[in-house]
Protein backbone atom coordinates (compact mmCIF):
# COMPACT_ATOMS: atom_id res chain seq x y z
CA UNK A 1 0.00 0.00 0.00
CA UNK A 2 0.99 3.45 -0.46
CA UNK A 3 2.62 4.79 2.46
CA UNK A 4 3.89 8.94 2.47
CA UNK A 5 6.02 9.63 6.06
CA UNK A 6 7.64 13.01 6.54
CA UNK A 7 10.08 14.19 8.52
CA UNK A 8 12.45 17.26 10.05
CA UNK A 9 9.69 19.69 11.24
CA UNK A 10 10.28 21.42 14.29
CA UNK A 11 10.95 24.87 15.43
CA UNK A 12 13.32 27.48 13.64
CA UNK A 13 13.71 31.19 14.33
CA UNK A 14 12.72 33.61 11.86
CA UNK A 15 15.15 33.70 9.27
CA UNK A 16 16.62 30.05 9.34
CA UNK A 17 16.31 26.99 7.36
CA UNK A 18 14.70 23.79 7.87
CA UNK A 19 15.11 20.67 5.81
CA UNK A 20 11.96 18.14 5.06
CA UNK A 21 11.81 14.34 3.94
CA UNK A 22 9.58 12.34 2.68
CA UNK A 23 9.88 8.89 2.61
CA UNK A 24 7.90 7.02 0.06
CA UNK A 25 6.91 3.61 -0.34
CA UNK A 26 4.50 1.00 -2.08
CA UNK A 27 4.80 2.76 -5.39
CA UNK A 28 7.24 3.85 -7.58
CA UNK A 29 8.20 6.79 -7.10
CA UNK A 30 10.08 7.75 -9.86
CA UNK A 31 6.50 7.62 -11.89
CA UNK A 32 5.08 10.26 -10.39
CA UNK A 33 5.00 14.01 -9.54
CA UNK A 34 4.80 15.18 -6.22
CA UNK A 35 3.98 18.03 -4.06
CA UNK A 36 4.45 19.80 -0.70
CA UNK A 37 0.79 21.33 0.28
CA UNK A 38 0.73 23.46 3.96
CA UNK A 39 -2.04 23.78 6.57
CA UNK A 40 -1.29 26.83 8.88
CA UNK A 41 -2.72 26.39 12.35
CA UNK A 42 -6.82 26.57 11.80
CA UNK A 43 -6.18 27.22 8.48
CA UNK A 44 -6.66 26.07 4.93
CA UNK A 45 -4.73 23.92 2.45
CA UNK A 46 -2.51 26.06 0.32
CA UNK A 47 0.08 24.60 -2.44
CA UNK A 48 3.36 24.77 -1.88
CA UNK A 49 5.78 23.01 -4.66
CA UNK A 50 5.50 20.40 -7.50
CA UNK A 51 8.67 18.16 -8.87
CA UNK A 52 7.66 16.38 -12.44
CA UNK A 53 8.47 12.59 -12.23
CA UNK A 54 12.17 13.24 -13.95
CA UNK A 55 12.93 15.82 -11.18
CA UNK A 56 13.57 18.32 -14.25
CA UNK A 57 10.80 20.91 -13.74
CA UNK A 58 9.63 22.26 -10.43
CA UNK A 59 7.02 24.85 -9.96
CA UNK A 60 6.53 26.78 -6.81
CA UNK A 61 3.76 29.02 -5.22
CA UNK A 62 4.44 32.80 -5.00
CA UNK A 63 4.61 32.85 -1.31
CA UNK A 64 7.29 30.62 -1.31
CA UNK A 65 9.45 31.31 -4.37
CA UNK A 66 13.07 31.58 -4.12
CA UNK A 67 13.30 30.64 -0.69
CA UNK A 68 11.70 27.11 -0.64
CA UNK A 69 13.05 24.58 -2.57
CA UNK A 70 12.06 20.96 -3.83
CA UNK A 71 14.22 18.40 -5.08
CA UNK A 72 13.64 14.04 -5.27
CA UNK A 73 15.72 11.11 -4.87
CA UNK A 74 14.15 8.55 -6.91
CA UNK A 75 17.04 5.89 -5.85
CA UNK A 76 16.15 6.63 -1.63
CA UNK A 77 12.15 6.60 -2.77
CA UNK A 78 12.31 10.33 -0.79
CA UNK A 79 10.68 13.42 -1.44
CA UNK A 80 12.62 16.66 0.37
CA UNK A 81 12.08 20.70 0.62
CA UNK A 82 14.74 22.83 1.87
CA UNK A 83 13.38 25.83 3.17
CA UNK A 84 15.54 29.06 3.87
CA UNK A 85 15.16 32.21 5.01
CA UNK A 86 11.85 31.21 6.92
CA UNK A 87 9.25 33.27 8.29
CA UNK A 88 6.57 33.18 10.71
CA UNK A 89 4.03 33.02 8.12
CA UNK A 90 5.67 29.95 6.95
CA UNK A 91 4.65 28.38 10.01
CA UNK A 92 2.39 25.35 9.11
CA UNK A 93 1.70 21.57 8.96
CA UNK A 94 3.66 20.52 5.78
CA UNK A 95 2.23 17.50 3.73
CA UNK A 96 4.19 15.47 1.02
CA UNK A 97 1.22 14.05 -1.44
CA UNK A 98 1.39 12.28 -4.89
CA UNK A 99 0.10 13.32 -8.36
CA UNK A 100 -2.87 10.77 -9.19
CA UNK A 101 -1.23 9.89 -12.64
CA UNK A 102 1.80 11.18 -15.10
CA UNK A 103 -0.74 13.30 -16.94
CA UNK A 104 -3.33 14.23 -14.22
CA UNK A 105 -0.29 15.00 -12.07
CA UNK A 106 -1.85 17.99 -10.27
CA UNK A 107 -4.58 15.62 -8.80
CA UNK A 108 -3.57 14.59 -4.65
CA UNK A 109 -4.41 10.68 -4.47
CA UNK A 110 -2.13 9.69 -1.08
CA UNK A 111 -0.90 12.36 1.25
CA UNK A 112 1.54 11.77 4.40
CA UNK A 113 0.44 12.74 7.89
CA UNK A 114 2.33 15.56 8.02
CA UNK A 115 5.47 17.61 9.69
CA UNK A 116 4.86 20.29 11.87
CA UNK A 117 6.98 23.58 10.85
CA UNK A 118 6.70 26.52 13.48
CA UNK A 119 8.46 29.88 12.84
CA UNK A 120 9.40 31.78 16.00
CA UNK A 121 12.05 33.74 17.92
CA UNK B 1 -4.18 31.49 -10.23
CA UNK B 2 -7.46 30.30 -10.27
CA UNK B 3 -10.02 31.21 -6.85
CA UNK B 4 -12.30 28.65 -5.65
CA UNK B 5 -14.96 30.07 -3.42
CA UNK B 6 -17.24 27.59 -1.28
CA UNK B 7 -20.52 27.78 0.41
CA UNK B 8 -21.38 27.83 3.21
CA UNK B 9 -18.37 28.19 5.95
CA UNK B 10 -19.85 25.99 8.18
CA UNK B 11 -22.72 23.99 8.13
CA UNK B 12 -24.89 21.46 11.01
CA UNK B 13 -27.06 19.14 9.64
CA UNK B 14 -28.99 15.94 11.17
CA UNK B 15 -28.28 12.73 11.20
CA UNK B 16 -29.76 10.83 8.50
CA UNK B 17 -30.54 14.37 6.50
CA UNK B 18 -28.65 15.65 3.13
CA UNK B 19 -25.83 18.23 3.60
CA UNK B 20 -24.85 20.01 0.59
CA UNK B 21 -21.86 21.70 -0.23
CA UNK B 22 -20.78 24.10 -2.95
CA UNK B 23 -17.99 25.21 -4.96
CA UNK B 24 -17.66 27.77 -7.63
CA UNK B 25 -14.50 28.62 -10.01
CA UNK B 26 -13.20 31.92 -11.26
CA UNK B 27 -12.74 30.42 -14.67
CA UNK B 28 -14.51 27.11 -16.09
CA UNK B 29 -12.33 23.93 -15.10
CA UNK B 30 -13.77 21.82 -18.03
CA UNK B 31 -11.12 20.91 -20.47
CA UNK B 32 -13.02 20.99 -24.06
CA UNK B 33 -10.42 18.20 -25.55
CA UNK B 34 -11.46 15.88 -23.09
CA UNK B 35 -14.72 17.00 -21.95
CA UNK B 36 -13.54 16.44 -17.63
CA UNK B 37 -13.83 18.67 -14.96
CA UNK B 38 -10.76 19.36 -13.40
CA UNK B 39 -12.67 19.28 -9.73
CA UNK B 40 -11.86 17.50 -6.75
CA UNK B 41 -13.30 17.33 -3.32
CA UNK B 42 -11.06 16.48 -0.16
CA UNK B 43 -12.33 15.19 3.15
CA UNK B 44 -10.02 16.51 6.39
CA UNK B 45 -11.39 14.78 9.78
CA UNK B 46 -9.42 16.40 12.55
CA UNK B 47 -5.65 15.52 13.13
CA UNK B 48 -5.51 14.07 10.23
CA UNK B 49 -4.90 14.86 6.40
CA UNK B 50 -6.85 15.22 3.70
CA UNK B 51 -8.45 11.84 1.98
CA UNK B 52 -9.59 12.39 -1.80
CA UNK B 53 -12.93 11.74 -1.98
CA UNK B 54 -14.36 12.65 -5.26
CA UNK B 55 -12.20 13.26 -8.79
CA UNK B 56 -13.62 14.53 -12.14
CA UNK B 57 -16.33 16.59 -10.42
CA UNK B 58 -18.23 13.89 -10.22
CA UNK B 59 -16.52 9.65 -9.76
CA UNK B 60 -15.95 8.63 -6.23
CA UNK B 61 -12.20 7.09 -5.53
CA UNK B 62 -12.38 3.27 -4.52
CA UNK B 63 -13.61 2.90 -1.29
CA UNK B 64 -15.80 6.26 -0.53
CA UNK B 65 -19.38 5.45 0.39
CA UNK B 66 -22.07 6.02 -2.34
CA UNK B 67 -23.72 8.54 0.01
CA UNK B 68 -21.45 10.95 -1.33
CA UNK B 69 -21.27 12.53 -4.59
CA UNK B 70 -20.69 15.20 -6.89
CA UNK B 71 -22.17 17.01 -9.63
CA UNK B 72 -21.61 20.04 -11.75
CA UNK B 73 -19.81 21.59 -14.62
CA UNK B 74 -17.75 24.70 -15.56
CA UNK B 75 -17.26 27.28 -13.11
CA UNK B 76 -19.92 25.55 -10.44
CA UNK B 77 -19.43 22.22 -8.49
CA UNK B 78 -21.82 20.55 -5.50
CA UNK B 79 -20.85 17.89 -3.32
CA UNK B 80 -23.69 15.98 -1.10
CA UNK B 81 -23.90 13.99 1.59
CA UNK B 82 -27.45 12.09 0.91
CA UNK B 83 -27.79 10.69 4.66
CA UNK B 84 -25.07 12.62 6.71
CA UNK B 85 -23.67 9.93 9.39
CA UNK B 86 -21.72 10.62 12.48
CA UNK B 87 -18.39 9.79 10.91
CA UNK B 88 -19.13 12.42 8.22
CA UNK B 89 -17.81 15.44 10.76
CA UNK B 90 -14.90 16.94 8.96
CA UNK B 91 -13.64 19.76 6.66
CA UNK B 92 -14.30 19.41 3.43
CA UNK B 93 -12.32 21.31 0.43
CA UNK B 94 -12.46 21.37 -3.66
CA UNK B 95 -9.50 21.62 -5.41
CA UNK B 96 -9.12 22.54 -8.95
CA UNK B 97 -6.40 20.79 -10.88
CA UNK B 98 -6.88 21.90 -14.10
CA UNK B 99 -3.67 24.70 -13.69
CA UNK B 100 -1.40 25.53 -10.80
CA UNK B 101 -3.73 23.67 -7.73
CA UNK B 102 -5.65 25.72 -5.55
CA UNK B 103 -8.32 25.13 -3.15
CA UNK B 104 -11.36 26.44 -1.70
CA UNK B 105 -11.51 27.89 1.58
CA UNK B 106 -13.23 24.93 3.51
CA UNK B 107 -16.48 23.81 4.54
CA UNK B 108 -16.96 22.69 8.13
CA UNK B 109 -19.70 19.64 8.73
CA UNK B 110 -21.03 19.45 11.79
CA UNK B 111 -24.10 17.78 13.95
CA UNK B 112 -27.02 19.28 14.62
Known amino acids: QVQLVESGGGVVQPGGSLRLSCAASGFTLSSYGMHWVRQAPGKGLEWVALIQDDGRNKYYADSVKGRLTISRDNSKNTLYMEMNSLRAEDTAVYYCAKGSSTIHYRLFDYWGQGTLVTVSS | DIVMTQSPDSLAVSLGERATINCKSSQSVLYSSNNKNYLAWYQQKPGQPPKLLIY???TRESGVPDRFSGSGSGTDFTLTISSLQAEDVAVYYCQQYFDTPTFGQGTRLEIK
Open chain 2, 56 to 58: WAS
